[in-house]
Nanobody
Framework: QVQLVESGGGLVQAGGSLRLSCAAS????????MGWFRQAPGKEREFVAT????????NYVDSVKGRFSISRDNAKNTVALQMNSLKPEDTAVYYC???????????????WGQGTQVTVSA
């Protein structure tokens, strides 16, 4: 399996931006679909965005479309989530995850990072 480590979380005011990054090690990075999920206190983990093996196809949850952008660099074994126009409801722990199929389901993702906290103040 691939090992994943997220970075880039923090505290930001509403309307601000953050860029999350996820570094992968282990098995060849380009073999995996990469995704970002988030989990707010008391809520289930939810899908945010995915990107396919070559970075040609992406998918987003409706609530972040037009504000978030997922990208990957297979040469550097990294995937990023650029988050703009942040809202208080975006507050959550954000997780990077790897899958072998293009999916928005938690159960299809095989490897997970430890998560990074994003807090958006009103």
């Amino acid at each position: 399996q691939v090992q994943l480590v997220e970075s880039g979380g923090g505290l930001v005011q509403a309307g601000g931006s953050l860029r999350l990054s996820c570094a992968a090690s282990g098995r060849p990075f380009s073999c995996y679909v990469m995704g970002w999920f988030r989990q707010a206190p008391g809520k289930e983990r939810e899908f945010v965005a995915t990107i396919d093996w070559r970075g040609r196809n992406t998918n987003y949850v409706d609530s972040v479309k037009g504000r978030f952008s997922i990208s990957r660099d297979n040469a550097k074994n990294t995937v990023a989530l650029q988050m703009n126009s942040l809202k208080p409801e975006d507050t959550a722990v954000y997780y990077c995850a790897a899958a072998v199929v293009m999916s928005d389901s938690v159960r299809d993702f095989l490897s997970w990072g430890q998560g990074t906290q994003v807090t958006v103040s009103a």
